[in-house]
């Protein structure tokens, strides 16, 4: 034990890495677990994306002409495998940032020991969940923003290089480009100087505005091309329109959002709502998965105690809390995420942003709470750490076996729709999918998919009423436990004869 407290720190980046691979080995399966990834996907393969990439920015967002090629490059391969090596390099790129961030504010093993517990309670769910969904795109603002922060934190207290500050800016810039939700991280720059600067209320918020000025002139740049384009493509998005006609619900959702991404959350909403049964999560769990969990614990018991914060916790803890709330600001005052909520959304995108100053506001509150680091202390709190990540291991074991399933499903569709049986259909046949909602739960776009593999004028539907059986009828059934699609003729009477099978 002796020799690993003398090589914490070493010891530390061996249990990161264990962390890492542990974390996207047991989340490999975990690809398309949102309708927006497949419609991505679709769009990459029809090509033409400068004009995808065009039409989407039309709807009153330009910052998605760079988001429309981001998002792409992973699905460029065709490969779930790297998809998530890409997700893998933008996790990675963004622990980078919240580790130069916390290293800056606190200490190098706060910033080890930050990206340690980051990991390994990370946890996956279907909700818009940034560890598995919407690759790059969303992923990498929120790195952008910690490191812009970690500069803009290092200009202090000498404040001689204006580099850092404008290093900070563009950063900052590109990640409201990328995501408009960051446009409210100024509010954040602003604390940050307000709390480095000296002296009296009026002063320091004085100077706030002043070491701010070049965060304004980048963000204004940007906010005046963003609206210029919207006078000419208004919004038709009901995501990035603000509206204060709901309050109560708008501070309902920024709090669930805020803290959507607590670990163990995901896990309960799973069970609560049924997606994986419990014997088959049982089966998931394998006897290595306990080897993270075990390493975390260990990583905390020798790095914790050695953790010394000279700053007052208490404006740390504000500072974590504002880093927690100012991502869910703008999307909790439109009206499409107020109803997301309303329906039972708990989570989103900004719940991944709010995720990473969680995890450092946990080491200071138990820094609060434990004023000496005795043994028993330190062994309660590792128990607690191993039991968080252990409930994270199952969590996400559970949540891949989910989005297994629907992996298997998609890509059964997929060779379905892509052969040569569906050269063959005769033109105005309708394709009924009884157990598939479509691509983006939008059957026109689902027929936008396949007419990339046909000729043929195809209908498709879920909807047996709508079924006009004066043209030809054919069934597309899934079979869950042989993962493959049978396809044939069906008549009015619901039968079908399988003469395809995937």
Known sequence: MEFIRKNAVSFGIITLV??????????????????????????????NLWQTAVDDAK???????????????PYFFKSPLTVRVFSAGAVLFDMAGLYYLVKNNITKRAGLLSCILFISFACISNQHNLFVSYIIGHQIPSGMVLFALG????????????????AGAALLTAASLLYEACTAYILFFLLTAFLKNEGKFSGKVIKAIKDNLINFAFLAAYVLLYY???????????????AFDNIPQSFITMFRYSFGMVPGLPAAAMLIKGYVPVSEILSELKPWMLTAPLAAAVSFGILFPEISIKQKKSVLIIYCLAGIVIPNLIISFTPKYTEW????????????????????????????IVKKNSKV?????????????????????AWNCYFRTELARYRAFSDAVSSDYFDTLEDGTTVYIPDYTGI???????ESFVSIYTDSDLTFTNDAESIDFSRPVIMMKYDPEKKIISCGKMDNDMNFNADFHT
């Open 59 to 73: 709807h009153g967002r330009v910052g998605h002409i760079p988001l429309t090629f981001l998002l792409y490059i």
């Open 228 to 242: 210029l384009w919207r006078r000419s493509y208004p919004s038709d998005y009901s995501g990035s329109v603000l």
């Open 440 to 446: 983006h739960h939008d059957m026109s776009i689902t």
């Open 18 to 47: 264990l962390c890492v691979a542990s974390f996207f080995l047991i989340t490999a399966d975990s690809v398309f677990t949102v309708h927006d990834d497949i419609l991505t996907y679709m769009q990459v393969q029809r090509g």
């Open 377 to 397: 202390s330190v062994v309660i709190l590792s128990t607690a750490v191993f039991t968080v990540s252990l409930v994270s291991t199952v969590n996400n074991a």
């Open 151 to 166: 500069l803009f934190t290092k200009y202090y207290p000498e404040r001689k290089d204006k580099k850092r500050l404008i």
């Open 341 to 368: 909520t309303e329906s039972g959304s708990y989570s989103y995108v900004t719940s991944f942003y709010s995720y990473f100053f969680l995890v450092p506001l946990f080491i200071i509150i138990l820094k609060c």
